[in-house]
Every structure is written in C-alpha cells, then in structure tokens.
C-alpha cells in the first residue's frame, strides 16, 4: 500500500493532467452550450500539453547545443541533454490549438447570428422545424 501512495505521489503531475482531461472531456460530452463545449476542449487539449511536455522534462540535463568538434572527439552523453523534439510538438500543438480556438469562435458567432442560441438542443429542435 505504501509502495502505491508513493508512486502516486511521485508523478503527481500526471495525475493532475489525467483530472484536467476529465473535466475538458466532461465539459465536451456532458454540456449542452456550445461554448462551454469549446471551453471544454481548450482545457482538455491544455493537458495533452502539459503531459507531453513534462514527459521531456529531464531533472539536470542541459539544452541540447552542442560544440560539433566537441561532440565528434569525446562523444554526446546523453543523459545530461535534453530532447527537444516533445517541446517543439507541442510548440506546434499550440498554435494549431489557437487557430482552431478562433475557427471555432467565429462558427459559434454565425451559430448564434442565424439560430439566437448557442444551446445545442435548441439549435436542434430549430432545425427540425
């Protein structure tokens, strides 16, 4: 019991990324405004962010610059460098997760300019008329 609550308490991050993603998931199935949808997936794709991110985090290694005559004559350790590739995905991530943020708020606009409602069921119950 005691080897569980300190795994549990070592990676304590992940744990508060996993909840993150439960509330973001909660927020996109269990809503029915369509901003609060949005919210949802904004908080949920932060997560996936914050855990990648912290999967590339190495306790004491260095950035990943290196002197190229250096690194031919003795050799890279590589446990005292950082991968960089989770950070610059996720750099990407961002970006992409913004563009869609400002897609999608303009959609929602249109939405609300033509039915008056941003309530998934009233939307709906519109259509079907």
Known sequence: MEQVVAVIVAKYNYWLYVILMMIGFYAMIGKRNLVKKLLGMNIFQTAIILLYVSTGVKRGAGIPILDKYEALKHGVDV??????????????????????????LAILLRIYRRYGTLEEDEILEKIRQ
């Not at 005292?80 to 897609?103: E, F, K, R």
């Open 79 to 104: 446990a005292g460098v950082a991968n960089p590739l989770p950070h610059v995905l996720m750099l990407t991530a961002i970006v992409v997760s913004v563009s869609v943020t400002g897609v999608a």
